[in-house]
């Protein structure tokens, strides 16, 4: 079955400690999304990426970074220097263009919790 | 650039209740409505949606209609129950907006029996 898997699950950081969250899609979808989720605030973007090699700062990338090498996987690494990580993340993945099916396919979130 | 409104929540109905989510939009461009649903814990599932004006998307007795003239797309259910409370998010795309998904903030749905 097609789809878009997040791991791990939970994971916990400690201060001062950079973590990787992992995306991977077996869609062929062009496009990936890294959303943040706090309680009452929406989908804050964080990164997006159109094309392999190539990605783009959302509306809260500060303290994130990302990678494309393949059109499959786009992993978000949350660094020490974003001061308030905890928080629900979500990967994304789509076709680009106009029209049917350019709906948005969901993984099922990774929670991280600073301790 | 493109955004997303939807009514605040809690919406708080006992089952058989009908169930409206007021949701409106700004977008440049030609957008595609979606409505999403999040269950607790889990990520987003698409609900329904619709690509041109006066479109009705419909999925598990939910419904929503692409108003072009009111830029609006409020989702719709004649009778809720217990199973459909979740969080419920209005989203559109859009070449203006580089067809990234736009979200509304969600609005949490509790059915009490």
């Known amino acids: 079955d097609g789809g878009i898997t997040q791991s791990p699950k939970y994971l916990f950081r400690k201060e001062g400690q950079n973590v990787t969250l992992s995306c991977e899609q077996n869609l062929n979808h062009d496009a990936m999304y890294w959303y943040r989720q706090d309680p009452g605030q929406g989908l804050r973007l964080i990164y997006y990426s159109q094309i392999v090699n190539d990605f783009q700062k959302g509306d809260i990338a500060e303290g994130y970074s990302v990678s494309r090498e393949k059109k499959e996987s786009f992993p978000l690494t949350v660094t020490s220097a974003q001061k308030n990580p905890t928080a629900f993340y979500l990967c994304?993945?789509?076709?680009?263009?106009?029209?049917?099916?350019?709906?948005?396919?969901f993984g099922q979130g990774t929670r991280l919790t600073v301790v | 650039g493109n955004s997303v409104t939807q009514m605040e929540g809690p919406v708080t109905l006992s089952e058989e209740a009908f169930l409206t989510i007021n949701c409106t939009y700004t977008?440049?461009?030609?957008?595609?409505l979606f409505w999403y649903v999040q269950y607790p814990g889990e990520g987003l599932q698409l609900l329904l949606k619709a690509t041109k004006a006066d479109d009705k998307g419909s999925n598990k007795g939910f419904e929503a209609t692409y108003r072009k003239e009111t830029t609006s797309f409020h989702l719709e259910k004649g009778s809720v129950q217990v199973s459909d409370s979740a969080v419920y998010f209005c989203a559109l795309s859009s070449s203006g907006g580089s067809y990234i998904p736009t979200f509304g903030r969600g609005t949490s749905l509790i059915v009490h029996p």
């Open positions: 994304a993945s789509s076709i680009l263009g106009q029209g049917v099916n350019t709906e948005a396919f």
């Open positions: 977008a440049t461009g030609y957008p595609s």
